[in-house]
Structures are given as C-alpha cells and as structure tokens.
C-alpha cells in the first residue's frame, strides 16, 4: 500500500514519482471551424518493469517502462483512430525541469520499419501545458485550481491506495490532424495524474469524469477488487469549492457493446446517484466502439452525454467514461492476433 506522506505539492508532484505504476492522462472535447466535433483521450503510463507485472513488458530488461495509449473519435461519423505505443523512449532531459516535462518517441510502425514520433507533454507555466502528439499540438490553460481527490489527493481502496489528482476545466486551441485531414480546434480537456505502488492487472473499475454546463465537474468511480467495491466521488464548483464522499451509486443500464475483437461486452449507459447532494445524473456513450487494446488487457474509453438534475435545476453537460477489467475469453496468443495492428501502433 502506498504511504501517506501529505497532501498533493505543486508543481513537484506533478513531476515523476518512485512508485510502481503512474500515469499523465488527457482527455478532451474539439470544434473544428466548420462545426466538426471530436472527443480525445491520450495517457502515457510509467511502470517499474520488474514490480508492475504487465504481460510481455516484465520480460524486457530495462528497469522502467513507458507506453501510451491514444483514442480520437468524429463524434458526428463515428471513425476513430486508436494508437497504442507498447513501448515509449523518454528523453534524458524528461523530468528535470521545476515544471512538467516529458519528451518521449512513440513508434507510428512496428521497430523494425522506423518511423517514430516525437511526443511532448510540457507545463511551460503553472497549469498551463503544450500537448503534441501524431495527431495532436495542443495548448490546454486551467480555468479551476487542482481537483485533489479525496480531499488531499490520497485515496484508499480496500487493500490498495493511490495519490490522484485533477484539472478538470481545461480550456484547449491548437491542430487536430484526423484521417489525413488537419484542423483548427478549439475546446475543452480534463487532465488526470495518478501513482500509486501496486499492480492493476487483476483489477476492475468504472470510471468518470463529469463536465456539467453549470460548472460543476465531478470524478467518480466505481473500483471492484476480489468482487467488493469501492465507491467515490470528488467535485469541484465553479469557484474552486470541493467536495468528496463514498455515498455514491453507479447502476449500470441496459444498452450494452460486445467487441468484435476482445469478444468483452460493455455497458454503454449508467445512472450517477449521490444522495447527500440531491445528484441524480444518466450518462450514455456517445459511440459504441471505442475499445483499445494492450497485450492482453483491454479497455472501453470514449465520450459520452450527460443529462440530469441537481435537486431542482436541470443540467446538461459531456463527460468520458473508462470501463476496465473486462477480460477477454480468449488466450493472450488469440487476443493479440485479433488485435496485432493496434498493439503495433498502426491506426484504424
């Protein structure tokens, strides 16, 4: 279990920690000028290799691994182009600055055919962050302080713990590059930085991240370890006032997407209740498939559409929602034979 040791400090937290998984998480909504519309999520993980027990990544002989994971949807037509780096090369020069920055190569074909990309996630002043990728150069500037889960940003559940902080109100201009296709953007992110010193791989959760119109942003989740949940929630008001509590509901509905891949069924709808503050909120998916695959874990991460109540008043707003734990019926050799082009980066 990872040790409480205080509250979240920044910036030095928002740099790398000795733990044995950790993550920097980016996920957002894009217009492009003619009224194009577009969900994003890119996240690149740091593990220790020999402690975090990712099939095939604990084999190779290095002490630390990176890899990241992208998923860019047209929410109007429903193409996506999903990219999973299995393995990350991080600049010397990452992680020693006073403020956020990683300098990473990702590879666009398998090793033996070249073709990498330099990546970059850089906080060139507080809260405020430069995003480039393949497909992304985005400029995010915060709108909220810091959401610190939990309260100070440590979490409990059950025999695990982690640190997990927010920014939940990002607002986002740069260039999306999209099948073959470039466009200006404007919009809206959520950023999630979380470690902690356990292992995930037997783990399940359903997780999201609320962004009302009345400028309420909430996180929340559901985390299942050996069959018992955990429940939480942490908001965030317009004025900066937060709130957490573990009273919580998350009831999954009736829609459902089986992939043709993974061969995993996921729920696409789900009611949020929390009691204490009078919440009662339906969160559906906006598109079914938007699966993305890593060795033999695999995951459901995409947008969705928020309608519900605060007590009296309605609100509306979009959100993402991230189901793990899922774990397909076939035998790692099948999976990635099903999935072969997005564990190899190519997009589809």
């Keep these: 279990m990872l040790k409480y040791n205080g509250p979240v400090q920044f910036p030095k937290d928002e740099l790398a920690h000795k733990n044995i998984v950790e993550w920097w998480y980016v996920n957002g909504f894009l217009n492009g000028k003619k009224g194009e519309r577009f969900s994003f999520m890119n996240c ?10 990712v099939p095939l990544l604990s ?19 429903g193409e996506k182009e999903t ?18 920055y990683i ?8 090793i033996l055919l070249g073709g990498y990309v330099n990546c970059l996630l850089e906080e060139y002043e507080i809260f405020k962050y430069k995003l480039k990728t393949e497909s992304l150069d985005l400029n995010l500037f915060y709108n909220k302080p810091p959401m610190l889960e939990g309260g100070k940003g440590y979490l409990k559940m059950y025999n695990k713990s982690t640190y997990y902080y927010s920014l939940t109100d990002l607002s ?12 200006q953007v404007v919009g809206k992110a959520w950023m999630d930085h979380q470690w902690a010193d356990t292992t995930y791989s037997k783990d399940r959760w359903n997780w999201f991240s609320i962004q009302l119109n009345n400028g309420l942003d909430l996180m929340c989740f559901e985390y299942i370890e050996d069959g018992k949940s955990v429940y939480h929630t942490t908001f965030i008001y317009p004025d900066g006032l937060q709130k957490h509590t573990d009273k919580i509901e998350i009831i999954s509905e009736k829609r459902k997407w089986k992939s043709h891949r993974s061969g995993n069924l996921y729920h696409l709808d789900w009611k949020i209740i929390i009691p204490d503050e009078d919440i009662e909120l339906s969160v559906k998916a906006v ?4 699966e993305v695959g890593f060795n033999a874990i695999n995951y459901w991460e995409g947008a969705t559409k928020i309608e519900g109540k605060i007590g009296k008043e309605m609100v509306s707003g979009n959100g993402f929602m991230e189901l793990v734990g899922e774990y397909s019926p076939w035998g790692s050799l099948a999976f990635i034979k099903n999935t072969a082009w997005e564990v190899f980066g190519k997009k589809i």
Excluded: M, W
């Design 103 to 110: 300098n990473f190569l990702t590879e666009t074909k398998p």
């Design 59 to 77: 084999r190779l002989p290095v002490k630390t691994v990176y890899f990241f994971h992208s998923i860019i949807s047209n929410l109007d037509t």
């Design 44 to 53: 690149l993980f740091k593990v220790d290799n020999k402690r975090s027990k």
């Design 83 to 100: 990219f999973v780096a299995p393995y990350c090369i991080v600049s010397r020069d990452s992680f020693t600055k006073d403020l956020l």
């Design 172 to 183: 986002v201009q740069g260039i999306l590059n999209f099948k073959h296709k470039s466009y």
């Design 287 to 290: 598109l079914t498939d938007q």
